[in-house]
């Protein structure tokens, strides 16, 4: 009986610490996109016309991840995993904690240069209101990790209207200090 419990607990911490070193490198992973995608813009400042918004949900992801690792000439194992992790992870989930850790350790004013968290709807109502085309919603999918949790792919899209929005999928690397952008794969704009 006291062999059930301990291995019960085992398997309870195995299944938290994995979900927690998870939940890490997303941090780390929105950290390199959000730096990278961010780092020439502006703070925000009174009077000043904010034009960078952040959807706050991760987005699923689709056909676009695996055009993407056609390109990688993964091993057949590997595409295989890939697509039954894609195909298996759509239970929403939304960026506020990866966003929260972001912003505590914060040395590049992020937190400042993003003005707002949003929906789809609430940006369609706040660009229509202002009725300008200058404005972006930055999407990022959830991280597709592989390869031993050592690569990811995270789909980028930025969204202004039914036109003149581009995207690509990022390939990244885990590295001894934190994740790197590898290569941008897919890049489209319309």
Not at 89 to 100: F, G, K, S, Y
Request: proline share 1%; charged share 25%.
């Amino acid at each position: 009986m006291k062999l059930r419990v301990f291995l019960a607990v085992v398997i309870l911490l195995s299944g938290s610490i994995g979900v927690f070193a998870q939940q890490k490198d997303s941090s780390r992973i929105l950290e390199t996109i959000v730096k990278n995608y961010y780092k020439n813009e502006k703070v925000v400042v009174k009077g000043r016309q904010q034009l960078l918004f952040f959807y706050c949900e991760k987005a699923n992801n689709n056909e676009e991840i695996f055009e993407a690792v056609q390109g990688l000439k993964l091993a057949t194992s590997e595409v295989k995993r890939i697509r039954t992790a894609v195909n298996s992870d759509t239970q929403p989930a939304n960026w506020q904690v990866e966003l929260e850790a972001l912003y505590q350790d914060d040395q590049t004013k992020i937190q400042q240069k993003i003005n707002d968290c949003l929906s789809v709807e609430q940006y369609q109502e706040k660009r229509a209101k202002l009725n300008l085309n200058n404005q972006r919603l930055m999407i990022v999918s959830k991280p597709v990790l592989f390869e031993n949790n050592t690569k990811a792919l995270v789909k980028v899209t930025f969204y202004r209207t039914i036109e003149h929005n581009n995207g690509s999928v990022l390939l990244m690397q885990k590295t001894d200090s934190g994740w790197i952008i590898k290569d941008f794969l897919n890049s489209w704009s319309t």
